[in-house]
């Protein structure tokens, strides 16, 4: 069975890359095919995130072990084959591979074809540039702080301060303008 998945990226337009990979290959293959077809270093700190439909995190599947959490169970990319964990077309998930920032490859699978394997990944389609593996953090701030500073211009100095909420003072207008990021 193979596994076609379409990886694309919000930092920019016109990316995208579709990768061919057997069911039974694991996730650490995956990420090596991903990294390879887009020129990012293999061996770098990344995980995965099996997502629902609205791209929520589930499961993490992740490069190494942090002990961050004995409670919680943890899957390791080499340990985990991808028929495992996707079952269906459709199916979301997040490729994190900048702890630092929070960036990261929105990935889907396509496309599900049975009766066939492959010995290797295959890259199927190479569009656009990808985005710089990792990026210089001053830089980064930069760019979060004007985009804060844009989505909180309309606010005045009492609007976190108010001891009650005026319906007058809510722009509506201005709200929907607004673009908020989890």
């Excluded at 990226?9 to 390879?36: G, H, Y």
């Excluded at 995190?57 to 991808?82: A, H, P, R």
């Excluded at 994190?96 to 394997?117: A, H, K, N």
Aim: net charge negative.
């Amino acid at each position: 069975m193979i596994f076609n998945f379409r990886i694309v990226s919000d930092e920019v337009d016109n990316f995208k890359r579709e990768i061919q990979i057997d069911a039974t290959a694991t996730f650490l293959d995956l990420k090596k095919a991903i990294c390879e077809c887009v020129g990012y270093d293999a061996t770098q700190m990344s995980s995965f995130f099996l997502c629902d439909r609205n791209w929520e995190k589930e499961k993490e599947i992740t490069f190494e072990d942090m002990g961050v959490d004995d409670d919680q169970d943890v899957w390791l990319m080499d340990e985990s084959v991808l028929s495992d964990f996707i079952e269906d077309e459709g199916q979301k998930l997040l490729y994190v591979f900048d702890y630092i920032t929070e960036r990261m490859f929105f990935i889907e699978m396509t496309q599900l074809v049975t009766g066939r394997s492959l010995k290797d990944p295959l890259c199927t389609l190479s569009l656009g540039t990808p985005p710089p593996e990792t990026v210089d953090l001053e830089e980064f701030d930069a760019k979060v702080d004007a985009k804060h500073a844009s989505n909180v211009s309309d606010l005045d100095e009492d609007f976190y301060g108010a001891d009650s909420y005026n319906e007058d003072e809510f722009d509506a207008q201005g709200f929907d303008e607004m673009t908020f990021d989890d």
